[in-house]
Nanobody
Framework: QLHVVESGGELVQAGGSLRLSCSGS????????IGWFRRAPGGAREGIAC????????FYRDSVEGRFSMSRDNAKNKVYLQMNALKSDDTGTYYC????????????????????WGQGTQVTVSS
């Protein structure tokens, strides 16, 4: 059973960059689809990027397309979310999630469809 832990969240100025990490233990992350989600203050959890199992071609939410980039590092059993040109609207708690079900090009951004979750890491973008 895979367990995931997020890290890398911090306070950053608008226009800046951050890289979040999702570290896996207990199993190989490459065998799982991985998703990144966030919950803005007072808002609902929303999917922002995901990649299918055994795949390296992520899918992005429109609002982050071109600014965020998701990548796997199978040697380190990690998945990263590189976030550039950050905006105040990007403020929130960021979560990674894993699921064995979703194949390449089929991972969903609906958070209800994911099985294993981390505790989250806080990102605050100051304007």
């Amino acid at each position: 059973q895979l367990h995931v832990v997020e890290s890398g969240g911090e306070l950053v100025q608008a226009g800046g960059s951050l890289r979040l990490s999702c570290s896996g233990s207990g199993d190989t992350m490459g065998n799982y689809a991985i998703g990144w989600f966030r919950r803005a203050p007072g808002g609902a959890r929303e999917g922002i990027a995901c990649v299918g199992r055994d795949d390296d071609h992520p899918f992005y939410r429109d609002s982050v397309e071109g600014r965020f980039s998701m990548s796997r590092d199978n040697a380190k059993n990690k998945v990263y979310l590189q976030m550039n040109a950050l905006k105040s609207d990007d403020t929130g708690t960021y979560y990674c999630a894993a699921d064995r079900l979703w194949e390449a090009d089929k991972c969903p951004l609906g958070w209800q469809l994911w099985d294993t979750w981390g505790q989250g890491t806080q990102v605050t973008v100051s304007s």
